[in-house]
């Protein structure tokens, strides 16, 4: 069954934010698993032992089914779920979002406490950038050597995203193609002798 597509981010993000001499230090990146996510937040704490406060939220899974967040000590409301809100709003998944705060002597208030979490996890996924993971087969392509450059040069050139290229006994081309579109590989390659075309499956790709 082929996946729908979803949003996450692109990369690991970070911010900085500073109130009242409270500093909010923030890091977004994308994650595939609930142990992926808590590995992420035992890494904050070691990074940034003198904060009081590692507030976070997740979501796991292209429908965002998996979902935990925490405000870690903070009133009940005001760290992780501003957090939360911030990746359900814009509709992020398989992805963590942490906001590590070092007390600086004065209370902010809830309301003020809010919205600077969630400030703070905005910087750090704006920072990151999100993505909108689309579906894709992944081909093989087995050929000869005398004719692995150009069949490399011809699949290139046709728009496919070749992701490895392997020697062995043949020269092998793992590629990306659009769920459809199979048929057009085995197209390119059909000049060439003793070559093998096979569908390895399907797979989540950055779109482009």
Same mark, same amino acid.
């Given at each position: 069954?082929?996946?729908?597509? +979803?949003?996450?981010?692109?990369?690991? &993000?970070?911010?900085?934010?500073? =109130?009242?001499?409270?500093? $909010?230090? %923030?890091?977004?990146?994308?994650?595939? %698993?609930?142990?992926?996510?808590?590995?992420?937040?035992?890494?904050?704490?070691?990074? +940034?032992? *003198?904060?009081?406060?590692?507030? $976070?939220? #997740?979501?796991?899974?292209?429908?965002?089914?998996?979902?935990?967040?925490?405000?870690?000590?903070?009133?009940?409301?005001?760290?992780?779920?501003?957090?939360?809100?911030?990746? =359900?709003?814009?509709?992020? !998944?398989?992805?963590?979002?942490?906001?590590?705060?070092? $007390?600086? &002597?004065?209370?902010?208030?809830?309301? @003020?406490?809010?919205?600077? #979490?969630?400030?703070?996890? !905005?910087?750090?996924?704006?920072?990151?950038?999100?993505?909108?993971?689309?579906?894709?087969?992944?081909?093989?392509?087995?050929?000869? #050597?005398? /004719? *692995?450059?150009?069949?490399?040069?011809?699949?290139? %050139?046709?728009? +496919?995203?070749?992701?490895?290229? *392997? #020697?062995?006994? +043949?020269?092998?081309?793992?590629?990306?193609?659009?769920?459809?579109?199979?048929?057009?590989?085995? %197209?390119?390659?059909? /000049?060439?002798?003793?070559?093998?075309?096979?569908?390895?499956?399907?797979?989540?790709?950055?779109? @482009?």
């Amino acid at each position: 069954m082929t996946q729908r597509p +979803y949003l996450t981010l692109g990369k690991e &993000g970070h911010g900085t934010i500073r =109130v009242l001499g409270s500093t $909010f230090i %923030s890091c977004a990146l994308p994650v595939s %698993s609930e142990p992926e996510a808590l590995e992420s937040l035992s890494l904050m704490r070691a990074r +940034y032992p *003198a904060a009081s406060h590692h507030a $976070f939220a #997740y979501r796991i899974g292209t429908a965002g089914d998996v979902m935990k967040w925490s405000d870690d000590g903070e009133p009940h409301g005001s760290a992780g779920g501003p957090i939360k809100t911030l990746l =359900v709003q814009r509709e992020i !998944t398989d992805a963590v979002v942490i906001v590590s705060r070092t $007390f600086g &002597g004065t209370e902010l208030g809830k309301g @003020r406490l809010t919205r600077t #979490y969630a400030a703070a996890g !905005t910087c750090a996924v704006e920072d990151a950038g999100i993505v909108r993971m689309v579906p894709c087969s992944v081909m093989q392509v087995e050929a000869p #050597y005398e /004719h *692995a450059t150009r069949l490399e040069h011809d699949l290139r %050139s046709n728009a +496919y995203d070749i992701i490895d290229v *392997a #020697y062995g006994a +043949y020269v092998t081309i793992t590629l990306h193609c659009t769920p459809g579109t199979e048929g057009g590989v085995e %197209s390119v390659c059909a /000049h060439v002798v003793d070559t093998e075309v096979k569908q390895q499956g399907t797979t989540m790709r950055p779109e @482009r």
